[in-house]
């Protein structure tokens, strides 16, 4: 069995400050956005975590081998170097979207994102505390087959974006209902997803359900290892199966070697 950790990342009372004492160059916030993601994605890369930028004010990560140290750590690395602070809620569940309801709840019970007087929550309990186990989580990384030929060298970047996303949107809906996964945007034609153990022929109902709903076709490789960086290395090695064997749905083998090994 599975279990996910997850870390809400949420900017303290960013609304208010965007807009104080005026509103800001929108490229500004942008910037600042786009170095919090990437400074977020270093740190929690660094330690084999993932990170999503999700809407950039609330960020999610998977954070399974980080400790409530590397949370306190990131919070100061932040606050030292960027004009607003983060405040950290941490969940875990077998379900991924039960572990970000409990990570969000560790927040929402201390404030509103809005509330200037909250700041630098750091709450919830990591695996580590709970000396669980069953550590291990599942990544699943999905890619369109043949985004380049069907879309990036036939139309506009602004109307691929849109196949795209519609593909997206079907996906992160299927999984989110059916079954507690929450899928994310990367770049490209790119979706990774943290899911409870699903079986094959859920993924490949989920890429009949893209296909049917979104006329977009998906493949998808499935790795499952006690980080999200192993996990997710060993579903780009699955992909690269679907890849050289024409399949849809492939699942690393357990003793797929990461680059660092
Ligand atoms: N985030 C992320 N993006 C990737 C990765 N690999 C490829 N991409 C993105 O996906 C885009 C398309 O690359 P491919 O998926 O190889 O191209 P394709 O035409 O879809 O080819 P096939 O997937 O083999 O059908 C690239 O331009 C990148 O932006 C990855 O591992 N992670």
Redesign the pocket.
């Known amino acids: 069995m599975t279990n996910t950790q997850l870390t809400l990342v949420q900017i303290d009372n960013y609304g208010p400050w965007t807009v104080t004492p005026d509103p800001r160059r929108e490229m500004d916030l942008q910037t600042l956005q786009s170095r919090l993601f990437a400074d977020l994605a270093q740190f929690v890369g660094s330690r084999d975590g993932y990170a999503f930028f999700t809407r950039f004010d609330n960020m999610v990560a998977v954070t399974n081998g980080l400790d409530r140290d590397d949370h306190e750590l990131l919070q100061e690395s932040i606050a030292n170097r960027y004009p607003v602070t983060l405040s950290l809620g941490i969940g875990v569940d077998r379900s991924p979207a039960v572990a970000l309801e409990r990570a969000t709840d560790r927040i929402q019970r201390v404030g509103s994102a809005q509330d200037g007087d909250r700041r630098e929550v750091l709450s919830g309990e990591t695996l580590a505390d709970a000396d669980r186990s069953d550590t291990d989580l599942q990544i699943a ?1 999905f ?7 069907k879309y ?1 060298d036939r139309l506009n970047e602004f109307d691929t974006f849109i196949h795209i996303e519609q593909g997206y949107a079907s996906l992160m809906r299927h999984l989110r209902e059916e079954h507690g996964a929450l899928s994310f945007f ?5 979706i990774i997803s943290v899911t409870p153990d699903l079986t094959e022929d859920q993924y490949r109902d989920a890429i009949d359900h893209v296909e049917a709903e979104a006329d977009v076709e998906l ?1 998808v490789g499935v790795g499952t290892a006690s980080n999200a960086h192993e996990a997710g290395f060993a579903a ?1 090695h699955a992909l690269e199966d679907c ?1 050289h064997r024409g399949t849809t749905v492939e699942f690393a083998d357990a003793a797929v070697e990461t680059a660092d090994d």
């Open positions: 990384h890619d369109v087959n043949d985004a380049t030929g990036t990367v770049g490209g034609d790119n493949k780009k890849r």
